[in-house]
């Protein structure tokens, strides 16, 4: 199985920025895709990439050699404010594999 651990949350100040590390390891590839999702109370888990108010504000990069993908968060809002998880979709299956999440607290 495929194993998902993310890490790097906490409390930030609106406007300030934060980098959250998603780290893969088990029966896959250092180089495969991962995707990142959020989810705030009381709404849907959401593709982070598919949320009008995150626009340009967030990147994705990756260490091969670390199996770890980072989603690098700037100019954060109250609203980002949210459980961040990494995400792995099997393309054989379309099975999903999720980390625990990681709590991003946007707050002053």
């Known amino acids: 199985q495929v194993q998902l651990v993310e890490s790097g949350g906490g409390l930030v100040q609106p406007g300030g920025s934060l980098r959250l590390s998603c780290v893969a390891s088990g029966s896959i590839f250092s180089t495969i895709v991962i995707t990142w999702y959020r989810q705030a109370p009381g709404k849907q888990r959401e593709l982070v990439a598919r949320?009008?108010?995150?626009?340009g504000r967030y990147t994705i990069s990756r260490d091969n050699a670390k199996s770890t993908t980072y989603l690098q968060m700037n100019s954060l809002k109250p609203e980002d404010t949210a459980v961040y998880y990494c995400?792995?979709?099997?393309?054989?299956?379309?099975?999903?594999?999720w980390g625990e999440g990681t709590l991003v607290t946007v707050s002053s």
């Open positions: 995400n792995y979709r099997d393309p054989r299956t379309g099975m999903d594999y």
């Open positions: 949320i009008p108010s995150v626009g």
